[in-house]
């Protein structure tokens, strides 16, 4: 592999507490909660009633009439964010080699509400040649990043990971990997997902929900939030990035995978596979344990996932695990499931930005086997050189993602 570094020069974002980064980031340290009592979506007939929605999302102020005819909603907050990301870059793709920008996007659900519309309609109508004939064209996930790079006029590879919540980790791996690789300059990389009632009602069967809002890490969390969203980080070739003067938020160093293949749902109780992936992500970039200042958590509210994960840096980080920060901005935007990661990933480079470690918000009382640093409820100041994003998903795909200050 070549000795191309990696650097993030642009960022979208569409959030439950807020769309663009400077909203983002400002609701974000302030500790807004965008779980909420579900207004999109009726939950009454469910055990739960609270999730995370993107209220203030009007896909007019990014798209064009037709655009939105031919999108489903998880393609038009990708496009959105991906428009975000280009301008927040400040690059010109009409100006560069399109064969040299890539799209690398992850999700869970792909486009759940074109299902859930095609089967409202044959269920009150009988007939499912009442389904508009544009309407499949639009479920496949691969629309997702066709979508953008149809948008942006990108001819360079594009690829969908569909690894769950793990996604976005992975679309940023897979971006990382082309550029390292010299294929191509930049990736438009990242993760989005929309409300799914599917995704809602599935994890209501699993008693995976919480009845008010999450609580990552707390004694008395009692699950996650389903919600949705987008992230949108724009990787580019440092060199590329130097010529052109370009912005840069911080640097990828690289990244690890790892599968536990334990359970669908469940992951292993010995952590193996977050391990795996932690090891590696270590092993591939050759930091050291105590240069790691901050972690950005996968940390969904589970009773079983936040244990698992405390025991993984723990048994990764040793005596640096009570003295190295973690937390979870899931406490505030619920689990965008695909776009979590991705989320997360250009939450992590804003931290690392403006030397903020955004807080775990609505932690009350401490739980003995989540004994490490939250930061419960309130930002802190700290500078942050090396940064950790992990995510864990179902089906046992983990990720580590290594991001660090730019310093030429």
């Not at 642009?10 to 609701?27: Q, Y």
């Not at 959105?80 to 996007?105: H, L, Q, R, T, W």
């Not at 920060?325 to 505030?332: F, G, N, V």
């Amino acid at each position: 592999m070549s000795q191309n570094r990696v650097v993030i020069t642009g960022l979208g974002l569409v959030t439950p507490i807020g769309i663009g980064n400077d909203t983002f980031w400002k609701a974000a340290v302030a500790g807004k909660n965008g779980v909420r009592p579900l207004v999109q979506f009726d939950p009454t007939e469910f055990r739960t009633k609270t999730g995370g929605e993107v209220l203030d999302f009007n896909p007019s102020s990014y798209l064009t009439d037709e655009e939105i005819e031919r999108m489903g909603r998880s393609s038009q907050f990708a496009v959105s964010a991906a428009k975000m990301a280009v301008e927040d870059a400040g690059i010109s793709i009409g100006e560069e080699n399109p064969y040299k920008f890539a799209v690398c996007m992850g999700t869970t659900m792909g486009e759940p509400q074109i299902l859930e519309k095609g089967v409202k309609i044959k269920y009150k109508t009988g007939d499912a040649s009442d389904i508009p004939s544009d309407l499949p064209r639009q479920y496949p996930c691969g629309t997702i990043p066709a979508n953008v790079a149809r948008t942006l006029k990108t001819k360079g590879p594009i690829i969908i990971t569909p690894t769950a919540c793990a996604a976005g980790n992975y679309a940023i791996g897979y971006g990382y990997d082309l550029i390292q690789l010299g294929k191509v300059d930049v990736v438009v990389s990242g993760g989005s997902d929309p409300f799914s009632g599917i995704a809602f009602t599935g994890f209501n069967r699993l008693l995976a929900t919480t009845s008010d809002v999450c609580r990552p890490f707390d004694l008395n969390r009692n699950g996650m939030a389903v919600s949705e969203g987008a992230g949108i980080l724009i990787l580019e070739r440092l060199e590329h990035a130097l010529a052109r003067g370009a912005k840069i938020y911080a640097e990828i160093l690289g990244y690890g995978l790892g599968c536990d293949a334990y359970k669908m749902t469940i992951p292993d109780p010995a952590g193996s596979g977050g391990i795996m992936a932690f090891k590696k992500a270590i092993h591939n970039t050759g930091i050291a344990l105590e240069d790691i200042d901050y972690i950005s958590a996968h940390g969904t509210g589970t009773v079983e996932n936040d244990k698992i994960e405390t025991l993984i840096v723990k048994e990764i980080l040793k005596e640096h695990a009570c003295k190295t920060p973690m937390s979870s901005i899931k406490s505030m935007i619920g689990h965008t499931m695909g776009a979590a990661s991705a989320i997360e990933a250009a939450a992590c480079a804003l931290m690392i930005q403006n030397n903020v470690m955004l807080p775990t918000i609505n932690y009350k009382d401490p739980d003995p086997e989540c004994d490490l640093d939250c930061v419960p409820n309130i930002p802190k100041e700290k500078e942050l050189n090396t940064v950790i994003s992990n995510a864990y998903a179902f089906a046992g795909n983990c990720s580590s993602l290594v991001l660090r200050k730019y310093k030429g």
